[in-house]
């Protein structure tokens, strides 16, 4: 039995990327700009795949921003919701599939790619093993998730609405991971020359409700287990609308939502693969590249 703990309403984010599958389009602007910036780096890797799988696929977002430069490879798409593979099968092969039991054999794909998906996964380790195992020796893993401090803006107004008008406050907002989290996860998941970067997407509306609507049509309402089950009510809403005007709004009255990118790559073992330098194996002393003078961990500089 998994020990890991249920973060997230994983049939309630499959429900609601059903429902948002149809009219996707219209608010995966995010997504898109997202999964652009996952192209620009498989360019700069100068490297072709033959067998990829984009985890997590929506709609078949990387199909359509897949880099000119790059040769287009067998790439399949696997998404939570049926709806949304449904739509991804015009772009090539699709299918339903929990990104926490992934039916893929033993390193059968040359890369895995993921856009903005796996921050909803309650069992990301277990989810980084399974996604590690299925690639070949030397294979790409390559994904965002958002991350930090996004939506950090609509987490404190609705928090300071919450507390103001009932006295308390609930989970409004999903927990996010960040740099040093994920890290560590794809190291404890076997992956070789792990790396995770960040960036920042500041995007403007008129108000609080124009963000709540595109994070509806993305998708990405709030699915923690521990949320009110019942809707927000009226007053809070309109008082955290009021909040976010008043703490955040720009000289023309626009709110800033803050969405931080975290970017996770990793490869999949092999011998060609480089490897860090033995401690002492040095060819060249650091004291003589910058003219100082070299001590021992045991000797005391003067004055110090």
Not at 240 to 260: N, V
Request: proline share 6%.
């Amino acid at each position: 039995m998994s020990q890991n703990p249920i973060i997230f309403d994983r049939a309630l984010i499959r429900r609601r990327r059903d429902r948002a599958a149809a009219r996707f389009d219209e608010y995966d602007f995010l997504k898109v700009e997202a999964a652009d910036r996952l192209a620009d780096r498989l360019l700069d890797l100068k490297r072709d795949f033959t067998t990829v799988l984009e985890l997590g696929a929506h709609t078949g977002l990387l199909a359509r921003v897949w880099p000119v430069g790059l040769a287009k490879p067998w790439l399949a798409h696997a998404d939570l919701s049926p709806s949304m593979a449904t739509r991804a099968a015009g772009h090539g092969p699709a299918l339903a599939c929990d990104e926490e039991a992934l039916p893929f054999a033993e390193a059968s794909l040359d890369a895995i790619l993921s856009c903005l998906s796996l921050h909803w996964v309650n069992d990301l380790p277990g989810a980084l093993v399974q996604i590690r195992r299925a690639l070949a020796p030397d294979g790409l893993f390559l994904a965002s998730v958002l991350g930090g401090d996004t939506l950090v803006e609509l987490r404190e107004v609705l928090s300071a609405a919450e507390l103001e008008v009932t006295g308390g406050v609930s989970p409004r907002v999903s927990p996010f991971a960040d740099i040093p989290d994920l890290g560590g996860l794809l190291q404890r998941a076997g992956f070789a020359l792990p790396v995770v970067d960040s960036d920042v997407l500041t995007v403007t509306y008129d108000n609080l409700f124009a963000l709540m609507a595109d994070l509806r049509g993305m998708g990405e309402s709030n699915a923690v287990m521990e949320r009110h089950k019942l809707p927000t009510r009226r007053d809070v809403l309109m008082r955290a609308a009021e909040l976010y005007q008043q703490r955040f709004a720009d000289s023309d009255g626009r709110i800033p939502a803050t969405f931080r990118i975290l970017t996770m790559t990793g490869w999949a073992p092999d011998a060609s693969q480089q490897k860090p330098l033995r401690p002492g194996s040095a060819q060249n002393r650091l004291a003589d590249a910058v003219g100082g003078v070299e001590t021992s961990a045991g000797d005391k500089i003067d004055g110090a």
